[in-house]
Nanobody, 125 residues
Framework: QVQLVESGGGLVQAGGSLKLSCAAS????????MGWFRQAPGKEREFVAA????????GYVDSVKDRFTISRVNAKNTVYLQMNSLKPEDTAVYYC??????????????????WGQGIQVTVSS
């Protein structure tokens, strides 16, 4: 059983940056593909970014490409989401997720087995 805890969220002005962290415990971190999702009020939870077990493969939703970067440090059991040039439409609760059955879990929520509690990111205009 993997426990995931997000940190680094908060309030930022449009054009600013935030770096989210997700610390994992209770499992072998390097055996999990990782992902970030987000959910805005009244909307479905949507895929943001994913990274493979080794960190060699990454993927992003089109709306965050060239602005967000996902990375991981397996020695620290942590995955990160660097968010630059933030926009008000990036406002959401951000969730970290871990998938155990695939080298790379991609954008499908069903490919992820464990989820963090979520952290609020608010971008003011």
């Amino acid at each position: 059983q993997v426990q995931l805890v997000e940190s680094g969220g908060g309030l930022v002005q449009a054009g600013g940056s935030l770096k989210l962290s997700c610390a994992a415990s209770g499992g072998t971190f390097s055996s999990y593909a990782m992902g970030w999702f987000r959910q805005a009020p009244g909307k479905e939870r949507e895929f943001v970014a994913a990274i493979s077990r080794s960190g060699g493969s990454t993927g992003y939703v089109d709306s965050v490409k060239d602005r967000f970067t996902i990375s991981r440090v397996n020695a620290k059991n942590t995955v990160y989401l660097q968010m630059n040039s933030l926009k008000p439409e990036d406002t959401a609760v951000y969730y970290c997720a871990a998938g155990s059955s695939r080298y790379y879990s991609g954008d499908a929520r069903s490919n992820y087995d464990y989820w963090g509690q979520g952290i609020q990111v608010t971008v003011s205009s």
